[in-house]
């Protein structure tokens, strides 16, 4: 009889390859009429999609202009990442349907170390 040490809880699964997915989005917010509204709007956003898909994000531009601005979003995981990903870009166009665009990046671990 086996040890209870020895004894697998969980089945094993098989191990994936760790990636990392960098997704730029470019926004339009036609509906912003001054600065105020758009870093309202932003600001739902950012936590909606932090909320809902785990991922870390930052505007990286258009700080001072009042219908445009660009989100660096980043995810983790394995092969499942590039689902999350085309989620990610499907919510952010719901939500700027006038104008968005993506521009996504795909590194496995290994791509990233020296």
């Known amino acids: ?14 191990p994936t390859t760790p990636r990392v997915c960098l997704i730029e989005a470019h926004l339009h917010f036609s509906d912003s009429h001054d ?5 309202k709007h932003l600001h739902s956003i950012k936590g909606q999609l932090r ?3 785990g991922v870390a994000v930052a505007e990286t531009e258009g700080h001072d202009t009042w219908q445009r601005s660009a989100l660096l979003i980043a995810l ?13 870009e499907r919510y952010l166009w719901e939500r700027c349907p006038d104008g968005c665009s993506f521009e996504r990046t795909v590194r496995t671990l290994e791509d990233l170390r020296p």
């Open 1 to 14: 009889m086996p040890s209870p040490a020895s004894a697998a809880p969980y089945p094993r699964r098989m």
């Open 35 to 39: 600065l105020k509204g758009k870093r």
């Open 51 to 53: 909320a809902r898909f």
């Open 76 to 88: 983790v995981g394995g092969a499942e990442v590039e689902g999350r990903a085309d989620d990610v």
